[in-house]
Each structure stands twice: as structure tokens, then as C-alpha cells.
């Protein structure tokens, strides 16, 4: 019996050896996949917050472009709401300087509201408003009210009531003007 007995156990034992490599590989295997397992939602967790950060950038940029965007729209409606007011004032300096009878220009208060002219147009030049003449020029719809027409070979200006400022690219006031047509 002794032999048998001896036969079973080197038996058991390899059995039991086989069972622990079973067991072992087992263990590996199941190790292996968790690490894959952590390893592939790692990753996707990763390419999650990747793209996440990547809006969100995209995201802060837009804002401070549209922030940029609204404080320049904010600033030139509130430079136009006061110029707005101003610049019929300039006018009718231009216009009292314009129709002055010559022997009257030599006077005090001539020359006084032509410096006031002056430093209004200084002024109004130190907010970047600047003014452009329209007479003898072709007529722009963005840049010219017509207030009368008068026949003529094409559309010309030529006179002007009022002119034309802009601030930076945006047109302040348009002009009010007198333009000969074709007949």
C-alpha cells in the first residue's frame, strides 16, 4: 500500500501543483485584463477631459472676442450719441463762417467763432471722428443723404448741407447733400 500510497500523493501533488498553475495563470489572465480594463477607460477618460479642455478653450476664446467685440460696439454708440449732439453745432459754425459778409470778418466775434470752430474740429479730432468733404464726388448710398437733385450729366454732389464724419471704419453721420443727375 505503501506504494500506492506514495503514487497518490506524488499524484495529489502534481494535481495540486497543476491546480496552482491553473490558478496562477488564471490570476495573471484576470490581472491582465483589469490592467486593460483600467488601461482603456484611462484612456477614454482621458480623450474625455482632452476634448472637454479643448471647448472650454475654445469656448474662453470666443468670449473674449465677443467681450472685445461688445465693449468696442459700446464704446462707439456712446461717442455717437454725444457726437450726434455736437456736430449740428459744428455746422452751424461752419455755416455762420461761411455766410459772414466780408467786411464783418475782421470783427472780434468772428474771429472768436472761428477759433471755436477750430478747437471744436480739434477736439472732435482727438476722438478719432474724422470728416470727409462730399462735394464733387459720386454719390454712396452709405455715405450721402440726397435732399434735392438738379439735372445733369451724372450723379455728382454739389453742394453740401451737412458732411460726413466716421469713427474708426463706421460711418458716424452720413451727409446731406444736393446731387445733379442725367437728363
Known amino acids: ?3 500506492n500510497h506514495d503514487k497518490e500523493e506524488i499524484l495529489e501533488e502534481e494535481l495540486m501543483q497543476e491546480a496552482e498553475e491553473v490558478v496562477a495563470d488564471l ?5 491582465a485584463q483589469l490592467d486593460e480594463e483600467i488601461t482603456v477607460s484611462w484612456d477614454d477618460e482621458l480623450t474625455k477631459l482632452k476634448d472637454l479642455l ?3 478653450q475654445a469656448d474662453y476664446e470666443n468670449f473674449k472676442k465677443r467681450t472685445q467685440r461688445d465693449k468696442e460696439d459700446m464704446i462707439f454708440f ?4 454725444i457726437f450726434k449732439k455736437i456736430l449740428p453745432r459744428l455746422d452751424d459754425l461752419e455755416r455762420i463762417i461761411k455766410n459772414t459778409p466780408e467786411d464783418q470778418k475782421t470783427q472780434a466775434l468772428f474771429e472768436w467763432v472761428v477759433a471755436l470752430e477750430k478747437t471744436l474740429k480739434k477736439d472732435i479730432n482727438s476722438f478719432w471722428i474724422q470728416k470727409f468733404e462730399s462735394k464733387w464726388c459720386t454719390i454712396n ?3 450721402h443723404d440726397v435732399m434735392t437733385q438738379v ?4 450723379w455728382i454732389i454739389i453742394d453740401e448741407f451737412e ?9 458716424l453721420r452720413v451727409a446731406k447733400v444736393v446731387a445733379w443727375n442725367g437728363l
Do not use: G
Open 151 to 154: 439735372p445733369w450729366e451724372e
Open 78 to 81: 456712446l461717442k455717437w450719441d
Open 141 to 143: 448710398p452709405e455715405r
Open 163 to 171: 458732411s460726413w464724419y466716421m469713427l474708426w471704419d463706421r460711418v
Open 27 to 31: 490570476e495573471e489572465s484576470e490581472e
Open 1 to 3: 500500500m505503501s506504494e
Open 54 to 56: 479643448a471647448r472650454n
